[in-house]
């Protein structure tokens, strides 16, 4: 089993990979589209359903909210199905982000091909990467601000 943060990363790649791909149209997320991240597919269907099914919807309503948050996402509706959201500002900065590492392409462009294709270590480790420099944003605009 993944730990919190490894399925934290794995889950905010896909959002990300999504949100960047649709950028500037909002998406319709839902949560039955996110959780396969979170499940361990392996398992017989029967194992999936019932608690895990409950810890995965859980785990993405708390992420969800913390990217809110955080300010990488704005959520413009919200109910108990699906919520309408598109990228901040901050969020799509962060995944424009071009480092000479990946030749050319920003951090969004390598996200949304990793989770394409599937390739889970990756995603991580590029949301890892936006996310740092998400949060180096805004302790920059803080300092400047003081």
């Known amino acids: 089993m993944a730990t919190n943060i490894k399925q934290f990363d794995a889950l905010v790649g896909k959002i990300f990979a999504d949100l960047y791909e649709s950028f500037p149209i909002e998406l319709v997320m839902q949560?039955?589209?996110y959780i396969s991240v979170l499940l361990d597919v392996s398992k017989p269907e029967e194992e999936l359903l019932g608690v895990a099914m409950l810890d995965a919807v859980s785990f993405y309503e708390a992420t969800h909210?913390?990217?809110?948050k955080a300010g990488f996402i704005e959520?413009?509706?919200?109910n108990s199905e699906e919520s309408r959201v598109v990228l901040t500002a901050k969020g799509l900065e962060a995944l424009k982000l071009m480092p000479d590492s990946l030749g050319g392409d920003s951090l969004g462009d390598r996200l949304s091909q990793a989770a394409r294709e599937g390739v889970v270590d990756q995603v991580r480790v590029l949301t890892g990467q936006v996310l740092g420099f998400g949060v180096r944003m805004g302790t920059e605009m803080i300092s400047k601000v003081m």
Do not use: D, H, I
């Open 75 to 78: 959520v413009l509706s919200s």
């Open 31 to 33: 949560p039955e589209n």
């Open 65 to 68: 909210r913390w990217l809110r």
